[in-house]
């Protein structure tokens, strides 16, 4: 049974600093990545990290969006946009970051969101993730594309959350519904904006469209990465075999196709429903979110049909590219929902202010994508607790400077009156 982070026990670890354990942690060969992390002092320091290392393929299916990106642009502009009133000479010295999620505590507001391919920027990529975020006190999130067993994942121990697709042969998905509960997945997250796939164009002009079939622009691209190509592909290939989605059933788990044979990949659910939903809440007897809604309608049926929390989110900018940016969204939806359902965001989060703005807007809680792949694919284990410690004390400064000293004192006064005009 996945059991819940002892917070006070995560607060006091952190702060005797991780220095000494990254210093001790398996590099896989690089040259000494680690080094790098204490000139980070952003998440964009631990982006240009990750893209030097990267093959620029790998590397712009992690950080690109659909079509012309406009989406994505939107996603961080729409932040930019909020500005904060600053108050001063308030008594700061009991600073908590500590706030509730589904009644438990965590150490933070925000927690790591369903990523995939996580395996293709770093060895084991999910137990990275897991790791670090449980050592953080806030939960991580497993995504149904994911390059480990979900097993392997529960054994990490902590929050732990699993992100599933509803595919065309949903009896499929319903045998992930069934692990994921017999693992002790606290919390089930239903995605509902990708049923329709995507339209990265990117992807095909980089070589990368999956399934993988190799080709000259992708191999050449691989070839330039020479450390990346001997740790994530080949070492990890020799010891336990190409990465696959080990998560999907046995006919449609490989990503890579060799010779005229391509591997099946499984068919989403278009015509999925809320009666999908319905179905999936009976099966489910824990918390239940919906991931993908962007409207006050859909915020609304999700609640009806026994959602537990919503996650305001576009997707990160990948599937409609004329969609609005999540922060915008929640500004209309919040109000509204009165506190029936818990309401978290994800989209364009980079900064611990960002995350400040969507609680003072009426967010409970803040999902991170990039943010953690990037230190991911900067440094590993070490790079995710890289980015956790900057969106977290960039959250614990800003919070400062709006004159609050915990998550539950945020709320629109906070948020600067010209900035609430669109």
Known sequence: MVGLADVSGVVEGTARGAGAVRGRRRTHGLRDPVAKLDRCANIDDLRSIAKARLPRGIFEFLDRGAEDEIALRENRLAFERVRLTPRYLVDLTDRDLSTRI????????????????????????????????????????????????????????????????????????????????????????????????????????????????????????MACHPRWLYNVILRTGLTSGLPTNVNYPREYRRIVAFGAATPPTPPMKTSMTWGDLAYIRELWPRKLVVKGVMSLADARCAVAHGADAIVISNHGGRALDSSRAPIDVLRDVAPELDGSVTIMLDGGVRRGSDVLKALALGADFVLLGRATLYGLAAAGRSGVEKAIELVRDQFEKTMSYVGCCRPDELGRHVIAESSTQR
């Open 102 to 221: 589904f009644g438990a505590p965590v150490a933070a507001p925000f927690g790591v969101g369903p990523t995939g391919a996580a395996g293709l920027l770093w060895p084991q990529g999910e137990v990275a993730l897991a790791q670090a975020a449980a050592a953080a006190g806030i939960p991580f999130t497993l995504a149904t594309p994911s390059m480990t067993p979900m097993e392997t994942i529960a054994a990490v121990g902590g929050r732990l959350w699993y992100q599933l697709y509803l595919w065309e042969e949903a009896r499929h998905s319903y045998e992930l519904v069934a692990r994921a509960r017999d693992l002790g997945f606290e919390a089930l997250v239903v995605t509902i904006d990708h049923g329709l796939g995507h339209l990265r164009e990117h992807n095909v002009r980089n070589g990368y469209q999956f399934p993988f079939r190799p080709n000259l622009v992708a191999l050449r691209d």
